[in-house]
Antibody, heavy 124, light 107 residues
Framework: QVQLVESGGGVVQPGGSLRLSCAAS????????MHWVRQAPGKGLEWVAF????????YYADSVKGRFTISRDNSKNTLYLQMNSLRAEDTAVYYC?????????????????WGQGTLVTVSS | SYVLTQPPSVSVAPGQTARITCGGN??????VHWYQQKPGQAPVLVVY???DRPSGIPERFSGSNSGNTATLTISRVEAGDEADYYC??????????FGGGTKLTVL
């Protein structure tokens, strides 16, 4: 079955960097767009970034633009999120999620499934 | 940027029908997706493209979308339906947008 497993979370100081990974299995990873979504403690869901199946286009929320970079390695079935210049407000559980359509160049769709999430804490 | 508005909370007795709304400007022209999130768990898709259900989701979950309001309807509510529910759309100006979430309490 489709499985997404995030890793790389932890505690980092303000201004620091962290790279998250999302290992995918159970589907042809190279054919699907992928998202990162975060959820601050006790708060709602916030979309972070999206990358097309072939890496040709990347989109970011305004709150992370210029600081975060989404990327993928289709040979390793892995999605990444490089986070730089981290701020306290970036503290959240970060989820990766799969877009529904294979080799799709249209707008992003729904998210299914989601990984279990990895916690990032930005604190001195 | 596009904004989706959900009521913070909805309460319903077991066996009754819960309706959770998601308001947005001309949301009826967009495809709306709904997620259920239980405490400590990742979100789960329960309705996509306004009214379609993924496999494994009970028929009690249904959706509609028209005008400025989309609605998730849960019929014959059970204790296990207690969770947070989020609506989501794609918008050309904001890319992906989530509503603020609604906490469903089963009395």
């Amino acid at each position: 079955q489709v499985q997404l497993v995030e890793s790389g979370g932890g505690v980092v100081q303000p201004g620091g960097s962290l790279r998250l990974s999302c290992a995918a299995s159970g589907f042809t990873f190279s054919s699907y767009g992928m998202h990162w979504v975060r959820q601050a403690p006790g708060k709602g869901l916030e979309w972070v970034a999206f990358i097309r199946y072939d890496g040709s286009n990347k989109y970011y929320a305004d709150s992370v633009k210029g600081r975060f970079t989404i990327s993928r390695d289709n040979s390793k079935n892995t999605l990444y999120l490089q986070m730089n210049s981290l701020r306290a407000e970036d503290t959240a559980v970060y989820y990766c999620a799969k877009d529904p359509e294979s080799q799709w160049l249209g707008p992003p769709g729904w998210f299914d499934p989601w990984g279990q999430g990895t916690l990032v804490t930005v604190s001195s | 940027s596009y904004v989706l508005t959900q009521p913070p909370s909805v309460s319903v007795a077991p066996g009754q029908t819960a309706r959770i709304t998601c308001g947005g400007n001309n949301i009826g022209s967009k495809s709306v997706h709904w997620y259920q999130q239980k405490p400590g768990q990742a979100p789960v898709l329960v309705v996509y493209d306004d009214s379609d259900r993924p496999s494994g989701i009970p028929e009690r979950f249904s959706g509609s979308n028209s005008g400025n309001t989309a609605t998730l309807t849960i019929s014959r509510v059970e204790a296990g339906d207690e969770a947070d529910y989020y609506c989501q759309v794609w918008d050309s100006s904001s890319v992906v947008v989530f509503g603020g979430g609604t906490k469903l309490t089963v009395l």
